[in-house]
């Protein structure tokens, strides 16, 4: 209870907490603080200010406070004791307050790049629930509540503490439904009653889940613009704002380069769907090396493949949640200076790139890693190297292995979505509506018999052995992941039957290496080049981007190699939201 009398309804309010003394230079801290500290707070919330005083400090009301309170646009205040007050209405920050006490704040920000598909917030009793709301600036998209970070202060049991996070939708989270961006299997399934092992860590180290993201169909390769059915894709905030934002995680990657209130997000990365969306967008994303993290709980494609990654504008702030989120002790990790010197492979299928002035950009990364590890770039050939060791077949490298990515893919979906297929039809006596490139994966995957799936495990295997064989326990490979303008929202392609396989999947991207083998990857921005736009006419910037892939168990190693890569450059380690990554 509040001791002050207030009309019925509820008013803005903020809580101060005072340790010391009750003075103006202390109300000025602390207002200083959390103008500087919180995107949810402003100066509205001082109508009402309660401060919380602990026993021992001085908290008495002076007529110089009482003008400088009013000076700042307080009209009412209360004083309430900190040793007698509840342990979980303590937190500093903005409220609404009635005669019977504080209720937490939520601020409404607009989803205006479609990235989400629901908005989730925290129950007085600790459960998630879904938000309904929307607000102009955000119609006809979503409006996505925050609350306060001012109520999350540092904590050394929970590292991760008011860390806002965005949860890819085929992962499950306690108090929301899982859909995979398929309406007939949001139709099925009922919300989820608990939350898989990885967004259940998130919790337990104290990061505050704001929704759940837009992604491809149960995470396969859609293109806008046909390929979306039950829902669209997203727009990506870089350049003209009309571009494709990647795949399949692309509601991720679109949210954390647009919305500087989000600080991180989670996706799911089969052949690139975290890298990807990451690159599209220039901001920093990690693939764990295999078994990182749990995949319980999540829609997956295949175990051998799925990981989950995730994406920020902050590379800092990436490597401390993947230092507490992954399980690397389980995979006995050792300290990246006891593993020097590190070789550095500069693959001759990568290098050098069309465009020369990313490739200045890319040669610059390389000289910087070539000092920084103390080492030359060993120039590595993957088709001389498979010609020149292996036995059992004549064929080249790339041809060897080209269906084994695809084939993975088809035999996945189908199997993966068996029961969703029997559960749908024992429900409503029908056979659920996919889009179509899912089912064209259905009817492919229909057709593959065991003995052939068999033999791409086979490959996917020896595949894992050679680049093993290449790598060792401390080997790191610079690649070209991206650069140029992304593909426009609005291009219309054939139907997946009469497409281009390899637009979804078909031969050995270089992508595929780290899934196939079951290495880390960090996709991290070096540059920005100016383009002019296909469809506005305008120059617009669009980011460049490296990549490191590391030796399984190197992800925390090859995270700060490009955090020292970006230091020597003289580049920022954190991106900017909106049109371009960089300053222009």
């Known amino acids: 209870m509040l001791d002050i009398q207030l009309p019925s309804g509820l008013h803005p309010a903020t809580l101060v907490v005072i340790d010391e003394k009750l003075s103006i230079d202390a109300v000025k ?48 205040v209360s004083l309430i004791n900190r040793a007698s007050a509840r342990r979980d209405s303590l937190s500093e920050g903005p409220y609404f307050a009635s005669s019977q006490g ?73 108090g929301a439904k899982t859909t995979g961006s398929c309406r007939a299997y949001a139709q099925l399934y009922d919300v989820c009653s608990h939350c898989a092992p ?3 860590r998130l919790l337990d180290l104290g990061a505050v889940i704001v929704g759940k993201t837009e992604m491809s169909q149960f995470a396969d390769a859609e293109d806008p613009t046909g390929d979306f059915v039950d829902f669209h894709a997203p727009r990506n905030p870089r350049g003209d704002g009309s571009r494709g934002a990647g795949g399949s995680s692309f509601g991720s990657g679109a949210a954390v380069a647009a919305y500087d209130w989000l600080d991180f997000a989670l996706g799911t990365d089969t052949g690139c769907s975290v890298r990807q969306p990451a690159a599209h967008q220039a901001v920093f ?78 040669n610059a990364v390389v000289e910087a890693l070539e000092e920084l590890l103390g080492v030359q770039r060993k120039i ?35 199997h993966e979505r068996a029961k969703f297929r029997e559960d749908y039809k024992a429900k409503f006596s029908r056979d659920p509506y996919v889009n179509p ?75 595929f290496q780290a899934p196939l083998a079951g290495q880390p990857e960090v996709v991290f921005p070096v540059g920005q080049l100016p383009t002019i736009s296909s469809i506005s006419g305008v120059e617009e910037m669009y980011g460049v981007v490296a990549s490191l892939i590391g030796s399984k168990g190197m992800d925390l190693d090859i995270v700060e190699l490009a955090a020292n890569v970006l230091e020597s450059l003289n580049l920022p380690q954190a991106v900017l939201t909106g049109r371009s990554p960089y300053i222009v």
């Open 285 to 362: 994303g990690i693939r764990p090396s295999r078994g990182a993290m749990s995949l319980e709980g999540t829609l997956v494609i295949h175990r051998d493949l799925d990981a989950i990654g995730i994406l920020s504008k902050d590379l800092q702030l990436l490597r401390v949640v993947s230092e507490h989120f992954y399980n690397f002790s389980a995979m006995g990790m050792e300290a990246f200076n006891s593993r020097q010197p590190a070789t550095l492979l500069y693959p001759t299928h990568l290098f050098p790139v069309d465009d020369p002035a990313a490739q200045r950009l890319y």
């Open 102 to 174: 504080l209720y937490p704040v939520w601020k409404l920000v607009p989803d205006t790049q479609g990235a989400f598909v629901v908005s989730l917030v925290e129950t007085s009793q600790g459960r998630l629930t879904h938000l309904n709301a929307s607000c102009p600036d955000a119609a006809p998209n979503l409006a996505i509540a925050i609350p306060s970070r001012l109520y999350y202060p540092p904590r050394s049991d929970k590292p991760l503490n008011g860390l806002r996070v965005a949860i890819k939708d085929n992962i499950d989270v306690s």
């Open 437 to 511: 490139l899912s089912q064209y994966r259905w009817e492919l995957g229909a057709a593959m018999t065991k003995d052939h799936f068999d033999m791409m495990q086979t490959k996917r295997e020896q595949f894992q052995e050679f680049i093993e064989s290449i790598y060792g326990d401390n080997s790191i490979m610079v690649t070209s992941f991206k650069f140029g303008e992304p593909d426009a929202l609005d291009i219309y392609r054939p139907t997946p039957r009469d497409r281009d396989q390899a637009e979804f999947g078909w031969g050995l991207r270089p992508a």
């Open 29 to 76: 801290a602390a207002l200083h603080r959390f103008e500087t500290m919180d995107d949810v707070f402003d100066r509205n919330f001082l109508r009402l200010v309660v401060f919380s005083c602990y026993p021992d400090a001085p908290c008495e009301l002076s007529e110089q406070l009482l003008s400088f309170l009013g000076s700042i646009g307080s009209l009412r």
């Open 380 to 414: 590595i050939d993957y088709n001389q190297l498979w010609k020149q060791h292996q036995t059992f077949t004549k064929e080249a490298f790339e041809d060897y292995f080209t269906p084994v990515f695809y084939d993975y893919i088809v035999w996945g979906q189908f």
């Open 198 to 200: 990885s967004t259940q």
